[in-house]
């Protein structure tokens, strides 16, 4: 597992050989001592058989029938740790406080992440239409959307 401020990439499974998944804590930006979701990454080696061919992000059935879908990588983006950094071109403050997006390579995950935070709903529909992703979204009032993944 490799962790970098609030990006997560994960290989393998905490228990070597297992399948198990990782398990990736969503902080409550309300209550940074509280957790609001815990979701399932890796489970399979990164190269390893979950991998089809040579193609990066291409996996085989069996890993995507795994508990994170083929989801190795979490992002959180929002103003809950660092205040209002990140700017919109629309009027006013971003609709989510926090948006945590899991997908199958990190920059996709962090980008879409960030992307959702400026770009509100309209956004969220549109990455969730276009990427295989699963997202954990904080309203301004508190309020969660979340998409099946987030949901087990």
Do not use: N, Y
């Amino acid at each position: 597992m490799c962790e970098r401020g609030r990006d997560v990439l994960v290989s393998g499974s905490p228990t070597p050989g297992s399948g198990e998944s990782w398990r990736a804590g969503i902080v409550d930006p309300a209550d940074r001592r509280t957790l609001l979701a815990g979701f399932p990454l890796g489970g399979f080696p990164l190269g390893g058989a979950a991998w089809e061919g040579s193609q990066p992000g291409a996996f085989t059935s069996s890993a995507l029938a795994s508990d994170g879908g083929g989801k190795v990588a979490l992002a959180t983006s929002g103003s809950a740790e660092r205040g209002d950094h990140i700017w919109s071109v629309a009027a006013g403050s971003a609709e989510f406080r926090q948006v945590s997006v899991a997908a199958a390579d990190v920059v996709t995950a962090d980008v879409l992440a960030t992307a959702i935070v400026t770009g509100g709903i309209p956004m969220l529909r549109r990455a969730t239409a276009l990427w295989d992703i699963d997202v954990l979204a904080v309203r301004r009032g508190g309020e969660l959307l979340a998409t099946p993944g987030f949901r087990r």
